[in-house]
């Protein structure tokens, strides 16, 4: 299974310059940096949706065991984003809570997870 | 289930067959020519009409046309301004940021006299009250143009169905009717072509409402676990789910247009939201402008203005204290000896 952070190149959640220091409300935001880093999340999780579809499918998983393996590797890709990307500085990246983050795009990311469980698990147990 | 085939589903072989874990349902196995030539094929098709509508939107698109030089100045003015308000309290000292702030507002009354009074730091001093002062000489001449696609990077209200003209609409629209047409057809040409066979299982369970909906042309089979599905389920599975695959695939500009939207408009209502049907200039700048003025009442704490207590931290020279040679001076002082300030100069130099 291809490693869905290979090549995806996210240093550049670097040049977001946290700003929320003595500043009262103000931040600085630079809309690029945002931009970015929220489009490589975006395909990040893609992946991840697409990824988990075929291992639920290969496994055989059926009904609520591969909503909840769906559930898992959504929410442990997301949250591996925050570790080994974000060094778990969630709020110098977005303005989301912690719950927002690790639950973003899932209604995206079901709809294609299920349809490649369906095919895979047809190519494998049913044809 | 018998193992005589029924006239609707001829490539239905049943077979009893265990599901491994032992549970009480029984699984079917399906011919593996309705693999081959049904179920990856109709992905494969909807993949390349996925593919073709895109290009034909792009090819659809009008190229944007050149804005009227009046709106764009005016533009690029808002931008700053609202670069100003957001963020540039990071990066300016407060009095510079002052002086930008006061230029900017400044406007030009009726009798001539000059409001708000300058800054030192207005390279265009009162370039907000030359674009109001035009705007409004030109009347409303240019403003009869609608708000085009515009050559400005980044705010490209391109065609897609968050612009708010006239044009945009139409053009919004236009991709809209066409993926819905397409959708139309494809799936009364699915649903004709592929007719009277079960496609694939869908691994969830579904309850006996749905059978009428995913089982189109298998009526008969009334006992068929309504886990089996005909191939409009399928096709509206693929559509779904290509979506995101699109995403991967191509990039969705259409996304990444609402996105930019959203983050403009929470940096401050920057190029006016959606103005109507026409971009007035001289209103946004003269809102602007008392938008600005309003700020002031912020205090605020400009970072700049404290880095250098934040750099050196514990050893900030403080004011009583004056020692001769110790390390916390580091500015050299006017009235030092000799002896100290060529001891803090090679201390200087010494941890350059």
């Known amino acids: ?127 | 289930m018998s193992s005589t085939p029924t006239p609707g589903s001829v490539f239905v072989h049943g077979h009893r067959r265990d599901h491994p874990p032992a549970r009480t349902s029984q699984t079917l196995l399906l011919d593996s020519q309705i693999r081959d030539w049904v179920v990856l094929p109709l992905l494969v098709i909807m993949i390349c009409a996925g593919m073709l509508r895109s290009q034909v939107g792009r090819l659809l698109r009008p190229s944007p046309r050149p804005m009227p030089n009046l709106d764009a100045r005016a533009r690029s003015a808002l931008l700053r301004v609202s670069r100003l308000r957001a963020g540039a309290g990071c990066y300016l000292s407060s009095s510079r940021w002052e002086a930008r702030r006061v230029a900017w507002s400044a406007r030009a009354y009726d009798d001539g006299r000059v409001g708000g009074g300058g800054g030192g730091g207005g390279e265009d001093g009162s370039a907000e009250r030359k674009i109001q002062d035009d705007a409004r000489r030109e009347g409303g001449g240019d403003s009869n143009d609608a708000m085009t696609p515009s050559l400005v990077p980044g705010m490209d209200p391109s065609t897609m169905m968050v612009s708010p003209t006239e044009r945009g609409r139409n053009d919004g629209m236009k991709g809209n009717m066409a993926a819905m047409v397409q959708n139309m057809v494809m799936m009364q040409g699915i649903s004709h072509f592929f007719r009277g066979f079960v496609l694939v299982k869908v691994p969830f369970p579904l309850t006996r409402g749905f059978k009428q909906m995913f089982q189109r042309g298998l009526y008969d089979l009334t006992t068929l676990d309504t886990s089996y599905v005909s191939s409009v389920s399928w096709y509206f599975l693929v559509m779904f789910g290509l979506r995101a695959f699109f995403r991967l695939a191509m990039g969705d500009p259409l996304q990444e247009e609402v996105e930019g939207n959203e983050i403009q408009r929470e940096l401050g209502r920057d190029y006016g939201g959606p103005p109507g049907a026409q971009f007035d200039a001289a209103k946004a700048l003269r809102t602007e402008a008392d938008n600005l003025e309003l700020i002031n009442v912020r205090s605020r704490r400009f970072k700049i203005d404290d880095a250098e207590k934040i750099l050196l931290g514990k050893r900030y020279p403080k004011k009583k204290k004056v020692k001769e040679s110790g390390d916390d001076v580091l500015f050299g002082l006017a009235s030092g000896k000799n002896k100290s300030s060529s001891a803090s100069s090679s201390r200087h130099k010494k941890r350059e």
């Open chain 1, 1 to 127: 299974m291809i490693d869905p952070m290979a090549d995806i190149d996210h240093a550049s959640a670097a040049p977001e310059i946290d700003g929320a220091g003595g500043d009262g409300n103000q931040e600085v935001f630079d809309a690029n940096a945002y931009k970015s880093n929220f489009a490589k999340m975006d395909k990040i999780r893609s992946f991840m949706g697409i990824a988990s579809g075929c291992v639920a499918g290969v496994c055989g998983l059926t009904g609520l065991g591969g909503l909840v393996c769906f559930l898992a590797l959504h929410i442990s890709v997301n949250l591996s984003l925050l570790t080994f990307k974000m060094n778990f500085d969630l709020h110098s990246y977005s303005r989301e809570s912690m719950f927002a983050f690790l639950t973003a795009d899932l209604q995206k990311c079901a709809m294609s997870f299920m349809l490649f469980w369906t095919l895979f698990y047809g190519l494998v147990y049913l044809f």
